[in-house]
């Protein structure tokens, strides 16, 4: 059961929600990972695909902790040899082995690691270089001369500098004070240039310890690694993995269910669109099989969600409906999660974005046990979490040990603990607008709290008011209309409009199969891939049929039948591609750019108001 541990704060008498106590243990973090390698040294540390590596064609092979540290230590003494301890160093690569590589031989050379989202373009990269003012550079590709002319050296990530008779007790890490800065982390933002978030020793330890008081782990399991390492949110779950022994495997995105495949790893940490997509892709093999088969199939689909909604908020299903789920389990949901990669699954956090309850209900009834979450940069990554048994869906959960919570008066989240961050760099101003003089950090999300648990209404800055005054927040909205399994993305617009309206981007893969199974026409060698083979663009006269037009208005009008009359979306314009970190419209971890997107679809966003 859990504890209630909600009190007021002193000036306001506002509930103040917190996640208990917090023994905190010293640093620094190179002193962390030398104890975590004498206690786990002969245990794998990472897993990844690397034939350069002693693996046959790409087959994923292991690196031991003691085997990681030594390469690690050579690594920073490498470094070491054209930069002092406090100096900035500079990563722009993709999540690889390499990367974390880099992070922990930083963290034992007393540098501070600066990430660069590969995704930034070059002005925004070479702003973050020149900004935190970074001598050293690693990078996978040749930058380009605007963004290399921002530092004295670029490294090749495939030709790390060593120094491999470096002495372990040279290593100036150690001598880190825990309150000393370990990253910057420039915040891909919605608009304009990024903000440089200060992170130091003390704020990953503190979540470490936090990450560790709810999530039991064995020493020897297995944990994914494929969201970008530029975010916190990757790179503190590796560290919590190392943390209990667990070793990190290195994904690769486009053979994602191969992998996991292969893997069958103990730990899932994602945002929903990954298992958005596996969930498409299950009912889409569904509608595809026929005779009895297929009737199992549904008929064990339904029992799942029915299962995960009863098991909502720590509820017991009755004596019918656990025998019925016994039943679909040894029938469909055990081949389901070997299939998906997910057999061997203990844990599985989603985070960075919200989660339909309707996702969750099926993977809770299918026996993956996810768990939502929320905090940010400016938190190390951690705020709240649901926890197993103690799980409710439409929330973020409860405050982690070591983290209060409470909402100012117009909503808003405010954060304080151990885990929040320093400051940003180089920018008092925007510091002193975050973190205000009692320590509270200044989220700029708005949140309610139903019981003791957290949830997040939307970006307080995205508040659209209508003509008529009314107040509109897109979030909820949107969640709504994703709820439809032919909506992938959705953006609500109603910002000084007489009503709302929405630009739909459909599910394609879940509208191309409709079209097959309707023998809709339209120019199929128009239908755009990526490299999993996930639609992300159709012809226009897929989407101009009329039985396409009169689905999606069906599906829109049953996200209404739940929102407010002046919430309801009055029109729609269907998009006919994804929107893209490429044509700037999402961020590197995968966020709305609404201005943006709105000048991409400004005419079509027109057009519904005429």
């Not at 034939?51 to 087959?59: I, Q, T």
């Amino acid at each position: 059961m859990a504890v209630d541990h909600t009190t007021t704060t002193e000036a306001s008498e506002r509930p103040v929600h917190d996640g208990g106590p917090l023994d905190v243990p010293a640093g620094p973090l190179a002193r962390w990972f030398r104890d975590r390698v004498q206690t786990y040294g002969d245990l794998p540390a990472t897993m990844h695909r690397a034939s350069d590596r002693g693996g046959a064609d790409g087959a994923f092979v292991a690196t031991t902790f003691d085997a990681f540290y030594d390469e690690a230590v050579a690594v920073a003494g490498g470094f070491l040899q054209t930069m002092e301890p406090g100096d900035r160093l500079g990563i722009r690569a993709e999540t690889r082995y390499e990367w974390s590589l880099v992070d922990v031989a930083s963290i034992l050379a007393g540098l501070v690691l600066v990430p660069v989202y590969p995704s930034f373009s070059p002005e925004q990269a070479r702003y973050v270089l020149e900004d935190a003012g970074v001598r050293t550079l690693v990078t996978e590709r040749d930058p380009p001369l605007e963004v290399a002319g921002a530092v004295e050296w670029v490294v090749d990530v495939e030709d790390l500098p060593r120094d491999e008779g470096f002495e372990e007790d040279d290593l100036p890490g150690f001598d880190v004070e825990d309150d000393d800065l370990a990253t910057i982390i420039y915040t891909s933002g919605t608009t304009g240039f990024p903000k440089g978030c200060e992170l130091t020793h003390r704020n990953f330890l503190a979540q470490l310890a936090a990450v560790a008081s709810f999530i039991d782990s064995e020493p020897g399991d297995t944990s994914t690694c494929f969201l970008p390492l530029s975010h916190v949110y990757q790179r503190i779950s590796n560290y919590a993995d190392w943390n209990q022994g667990v070793a990190t495997v290195f994904i690769e995105v486009p053979r994602l269910l191969e992998d996991l495949g292969e893997t069958q790893p103990n730990g899932f940490v994602t945002v929903p669109r990954v298992y958005r997509r596996m969930y498409d892709g299950v009912q889409k093999q569904i509608r595809e099989t026929e005779g009895a088969r297929g009737r199992i199939a549904r008929w064990a689909v339904g029992v799942a969600h029915e299962y995960g909604r009863a098991v909502d908020g720590g509820g017991t299903p009755g004596p019918g409906l656990r025998a019925r789920h016994a039943l679909a389990d040894r029938l469909v949901y055990g081949q389901l999660r070997e299939r998906l990669g997910l057999r061997d699954v203990n844990f599985a956090i989603t985070g960075a974005a919200s989660i339909d309850a309707d996702l969750l209900h099926f993977l809770w009834g299918i026996g993956v046990p996810v768990m939502e979450g929320y905090g940010a940069t400016e938190t190390a990554a951690g705020g709240t979490l649901n926890r197993p048994g103690e799980m409710r869906a439409g929330t973020v959960g409860r405050p982690v040990p070591g983290i209060e919570i409470t909402l100012a008066d117009d909503g808003e989240v405010l954060i304080r603990g151990p885990q929040v961050f320093r400051g940003y760099w180089n920018n008092p101003e925007a510091t002193a607008e975050a973190i205000d003089a009692d320590g509270w950090y200044h989220t700029g999300d708005v949140g309610e709290w139903d019981g003791e648990f957290l949830k997040i209404v939307d970006r307080k800055k995205r508040l659209q008011v209508l003509d008529t005054g009314k107040n509109v927040y897109p979030g909820p909205i949107e969640t709504a209309l994703r709820r439809s399994p032919y909506i992938g993305e959705a953006m609500v617009v109603g910002e000084g409009r007489k009503y709302v309206t929405a630009l739909v981007q459909p599910n394609f893969d879940v509208v191309v199969s409709f079209a097959e199974e309707r023998g809709l026409a339209y120019d199929e060698e128009a239908v755009e891939r990526d490299d999993d083979g996930t639609v992300v663009a159709v012809p226009t006269e897929l989407l101009d049929h009329e039985a396409v037009r009169d689905l999606l208005q069906a599906e829109v009008d049953a996200a209404n039948a739940d929102l407010a009359g002046y919430e309801q979306v009055k029109r729609i314009a269907v998009v006919e591609r994804t929107f893209t970190v490429e044509n700037e419209e999402l961020t590197p971890t995968l966020k709305k750019r609404r201005r943006n997107i709105a000048e991409n679809f400004g005419d079509r966003i027109e057009a519904l108001y005429v």
